[in-house]
């Protein structure tokens, strides 16, 4: 039997992230993935894919509505090949998870490829894939088995036409008419590629807003891109019955106004969350229970209640982002090393992939409020600046939350172009605690969509914006 510092069940951003670091730190190290690609939910069937078919979809809509503007023309029609889209997403998929096969090997961590579960605390069972079943001893153990979609419970998802963001990265055919129930990050990029590629895209979302986590501005933004690309945005919706009907699916809702209202499209997308995923790993046998929402209960080391084993990413309590899985994976093998790791979790971004793009970090004005923090705020929109207009990327803007006596930035909240990446310049001024004013006097290249930061800072200096 072979023996471990440390074994990680699950190979996920969190999983294989917290493996190489344990590497790193001189650790004896073994992964263990149930599926024959590594890379979870995130590398397969999640975030890389998704934006495969997003950038895929954005060339697409850019050649049909904008190339003649830039001065560009295509003879002849423009078409789509939904089968070759397909393909260069699956390219781009099997290229990353073959990189993290390559990066396993390179630390030289032992990978088994199967079910993982627990015969007690120090013991784990590897049902292999092919081959004889395993059994290791592992001093330490990892759990980061991540998450799968949520549904509600009168909902069959068919996954033919009642789907799941799973279906959804991989369908043979455009929908005429795609119904999303939910209006969160999922839900809300993959409507937009269908729209893009010439799809009824009709969102139905129980709360009064859509991304309803996010600042009340920055919904109320992309609520305004969305419809004005004649997506149906249908809020204070709830879903009470979705009935497949051959080829057709109806959704049936109530209204604010208690107004029982049917929805006919021939592809329906539940987009309703993600809920911890820990089938198979018979906890109980190490002496662990999950809580009321199915999640590993841990402690603010990531430390379940035995000892020896701890829990990351989607399968633990906080948002179900790869990039949180990925600090939670690199302080726990810190804390195996001995090392003091800290996460300031107000500090992890979010980001809608959507175009434009949405990003915060931080609180929000709704929480600031809340909270009865005094605050100030500095707003700056997008189309106010030059590289906005040179590339045609007007929409959006950048809001900055400051607190009204220190000026130290509380949460930084942008729409636009390329705020996924922008959205680092904020993490990076509230982690060092920077006023809206160090911000201000800081020199931002021109033209550049960061641009916008600078002048929302200097916005919520006195109101120093210049451009507006």
Not at 79 to 106: D, H, Y
Not at 376 to 397: C, E, N, V, W, Y
Request: proline share 3%; aromatic share 6%; hydrophobic share 40%.
């Amino acid at each position: 039997m072979s023996t471990y510092d440390v074994a990680v069940i699950g190979s996920g951003p969190g999983g294989y992230v917290a493996a190489i670091r344990c590497a790193q730190l001189g650790l004896k190290t073994a992964i263990i993935e149930k599926y024959a690609t590594m890379g979870g939910t995130c590398l397969n069937v999640g975030c890389i894919p998704s934006k495969a078919l997003l950038d895929s979809s954005h060339h697409y809509d850019d050649a049909i509505k904008h190339f003649e503007e830039h001065g560009i023309e295509i003879p002849g029609e423009i078409k789509i090949n939904l089968e070759k889209m397909m393909a260069r997403k699956a390219s781009v998929v099997e290229q990353t998870t073959k990189g993290i096969e390559f990066l396993m090997s390179k630390n030289k961590i032992d990978t088994f490829q199967g079910v993982g579960s627990f015969k007690d605390k120090t013991h784990i069972h590897i049902a292999v894939a092919e081959g004889d079943d395993v059994e290791i001893e592992a001093k330490n153990t990892i759990i980061a088995t991540g998450s799968k979609p949520a549904s509600l419970p009168f909902i069959n998802i068919d996954k033919e036409r009642i789907i799941t963001s799973t279906e959804a990265l991989k369908l043979k055919e455009i929908p005429k008419h795609l119904i999303v129930i939910g209006g969160g990050v999922i839900g809300l990029e993959l409507g937009q590629v269908y729209k893009r590629l010439g799809s009824e895209v009709t969102v139905v979302e129980y709360l009064d807003r859509i991304i309803p986590t996010m600042d009340g501005a920055q919904s109320k933004e992309l609520t305004k891109v969305l419809k004005k690309a004649k997506v149906s945005i249908n809020t204070s919706h709830k879903v009470s019955a979705v009935e497949r009907k051959g080829d057709e699916v109806v959704v049936t809702a109530t209204d604010k106004k208690d107004n029982e209202v049917e929805f006919t499209g021939d592809y329906v997308l539940v987009s309703v969350g993600r809920k911890a995923y820990t089938d198979g790993l018979n906890l109980e046998a190490a002496g662990l229970k999950t809580d009321d929402r199915g999640r590993v209960e841990v402690n603010e080391h990531l430390q379940t209640s035995v000892s020896n084993i701890y829990a990351i990413g989607d399968v633990v309590r906080g948002a179900m982002l790869a990039h949180k899985a990925e600090e939670e994976g690199v302080f726990v093998a810190e804390t195996l090393a001995g090392q003091k790791p800290h996460i300031d979790y107000n500090l992890i971004p979010g980001v809608v992939y959507t175009w434009p793009e949405v990003a915060s970090v931080g609180k929000t004005e709704e929480q600031l409020k809340e909270a009865g923090v005094a605050y100030k705020t500095g707003q700056f929109p997008m189309r106010a600046l030059g590289r906005s207009r040179a590339s045609g990327d007007i929409d959006g803007f950048v809001k900055i939350l400051a607190d009204k006596e220190t000026d130290e930035v509380l949460g930084v909240h942008m729409v636009g172009a390329r705020v996924a990446d922008l959205i680092a310049e904020g993490v990076t001024a509230m982690e060092f605690r920077a006023s809206a004013e160090d911000i201000a006097i800081m020199s931002h290249a021109h033209p550049t969509y960061a641009e916008a930061v600078k002048e929302a800072a200097l916005a919520a200096t006195e109101d120093r914006a210049l451009h507006i």
